[in-house]
């Protein structure tokens, strides 16, 4: 399949055809996301939790983001790639935002960035625009600032809230973002901005009625055991299936039934009589 763009996920609203998205972080996991035949693939700061252990996505570098892109472009040469925006990367000003989205696509190869933030990086969003890089927009829950927020909480649940939300919305694709991921919000709003904004709106527990929906790769395959959002179906348990078949391996060591004589190499026709000569 060639690799989709951004004007087909567009049509793909239009027709109601469901874009579908999961983060990735590695090689691996991009080659099996490409041959499942994901529509596009995030590389998220969530790789901080997911990949290195940290209690948030906060210290996440640029560099990290890089390296890490890298391997899920070579994974999947055909899926529509983004790169994540690291905390700090994009904050403190128009030219360190523009030239770090940049550094996504000249030395990751990754087909457009995303960052977080509405009315308040509208700015960011138009610089990085005018660069003419593609932009995702992220609003409603934003681990970036869940400082301020009070925490990983859903946004939108009250009436005021919903509005800003909306707000936030409106401001993105002002600012010439071509595609939102709304996260955390309830099903009503994300049903609203879907229908009222013109570019693709892709949900990330926002509801069935978005454009399209993404899951962190590692909560849907069961690999991240810290927390598990309300949002989050895991579809397999790698982690006890990994787990269980560590445990076989250390039993199978421990009994000495592996290595097994299929997992050993032979020596060449007519050495083993030389070396049992030699050495028995
Ligand atoms: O980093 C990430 O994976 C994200 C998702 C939480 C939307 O930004």
Known sequence: ??????????????????????????????????????DMLLVGDS??????????????TMDQC????????????????????????????????VENAGRFLKEAGVDAV???????????????????????????????????LGGHKAQ?????????????ALAVQEAGAQMILLEAVPPELGEYIAR??????????????????????????????AFTPKFVKKYCDVAGIVTDAMKEYVSDVRASRFPAAENCYRMLDGEKERFDAEFK
Request: with cysteine; glycine share 12%.
């Open 1 to 38: 399949m060639p690799k989709k763009t951004v004007h087909e996920f567009v049509a793909m609203k239009t027709t109601g055809e469901k874009i579908t998205f999961l983060t990735s972080y590695d090689y691996p996991t991009a080659q099996f996301a490409e041959a499942a035949g994901l």
């Open 47 to 60: 790789l901080g939790m997911c990949v290195y252990g940290y209690s948030g996505t906060i210290p996440v």
């Open 66 to 97: 890089i390296v890490h892109s890298e391997a899920v472009r070579r994974g999947a040469p055909n899926t529509f790639v983004i790169g994540d925006m690291p905390f700090m990367s994009y904050q403190s000003s128009l030219e360190k935002a």
């Open 114 to 148: 995303k960052l977080e933030g509405g009315v308040r990086v509208a700015p960011q969003i138009r610089a990085i625009v005018d660069a003419g890089i593609v932009v995702m927009g992220h609003i409603g829950l934003t681990p970036q600032s869940s400082g301020q």
């Open 156 to 168: 939108g649940r009250t009436l005021e809230s919903a509005r800003g939300v909306v707000a936030d």
């Open 196 to 225: 009222t904004l013109t570019i693709p709106a892709l949900s990330i527990g926002a509801g069935v009625d978005c454009d399209g929906q993404l899951l962190i790769v590692s909560d849907m395959i069961g690999q991240f055991q």
